[in-house]
């Protein structure tokens, strides 16, 4: 299965840490660069995380930078988020994506995408 699939999203308190995973078959996993974006209700889809083939390579959105982190496990086709001190404002469906080698930022660099996870932080 080419399309990424993610897991992990839900309710959570404002505060709580949530992770979400992305597996991604079909691809050579290694080669490729994964990234995380999200979409609130009347919001554009915007970028939150990527990382490179090699996992030291990594960017955050600057409204997540320190409460974010991104990591992938090549054995295991699989890139995760973990989200800390969630606020309300990080309510979101969040999309996994890939590209070959190299981060981008845009959506149009980007190749396959999930169906989505919804992630609600309750004040």
């Known amino acids: 299965q080419v399309q990424p699939v993610e897991s992990g999203g839900g309710t959570v308190q404002a505060g709580d840490s949530m992770r979400l995973s992305c597996k991604a078959s079909?691809?050579?996993?290694?080669?490729?660069?994964m990234g995380w974006f999200r979409q609130a209700p009347v919001n554009d889809r915007e970028f939150v995380a990527a990382i490179g083939c090699l996992e030291r390579n990594t960017d955050y959105a600057d409204s997540v930078k320190g409460q974010f982190t991104i990591s992938r496990a090549n054995n295991k086709d699989t890139v995760y988020l973990e989200m800390n001190k969630l606020k309300h404002e990080d309510t979101a469906v969040y999309y996994c994506?890939?590209?070959?080698?190299?981060?981008?930022?845009?959506?149009?660099?980007?190749?396959?995408w999930g169906q989505g996870t919804q992630v609600t932080v309750s004040s």
């Open positions: 994506t890939d590209r070959p080698r190299e981060i981008g930022y845009r959506e149009w660099q980007y190749n396959y």
């Open positions: 079909g691809r050579l996993f290694s080669t490729y660069a």
